[in-house]
């Protein structure tokens, strides 16, 4: 999405909780984000995002405010409601205001296609189904 990303994360094994994960993530894309608008020399871009921030977070060292400080987080318990979020995430790009294509099964950046045509991706993907099993050993991750 071009000002937002969904996620369906599952976090079984870590010690951290799910806040520190999304905030360590954010943290890092900050920095990458940074980095790639000082190349491009996006330097009112930059000021405006170290206008962002503030005092008490200044005091702290930070430079930017990349993003908006928002975090929407759902716990998961029943297969239904993966269902239903899977299904807004999926056609989130090409629904209400975005209609940033025809076919959500077109939007890059979604895990779309391996779900409904069973592609792998970019990226590390497990299926739902063997998370809510418990049984991730029988799952390979498709890479």
């Not at 005091?59 to 975090?71: A, D, G, I, T, Y």
């Not at 995430?89 to 205001?97: D, R, W």
Request: aromatic share 10%.
């Amino acid at each position: 999405m071009p000002n937002h990303i969904h996620l369906l994360v599952y976090t079984k094994n870590s010690k951290d909780s799910i806040n520190t994960i999304i905030g360590t993530g954010k943290r890092f894309m900050a920095y990458e984000i940074v980095k790639r608008l000082r190349k491009l020399n996006e330097i009112d871009l930059l000021k405006k995002m170290e206008s962002s921030v503030s005092v008490k977070e200044k005091e702290r060292n930070k430079k930017h405010q990349v993003f908006k400080p928002s975090l929407d987080i759902k716990d998961i318990y029943t297969e239904k409601f993966v269902l239903q979020k899977l299904n807004y995430m999926h056609k989130n790009p090409v629904s209400g205001k975005w209609k940033l294509l025809e076919n959500y099964l077109d939007y890059p950046h979604s895990s779309a296609r391996f779900y409904d045509l069973g592609e792998k991706s970019n990226c590390r993907l497990f299926h739902y189904e063997a998370v809510m099993s418990d049984d991730n050993s029988s799952e390979s991750p498709l890479k």
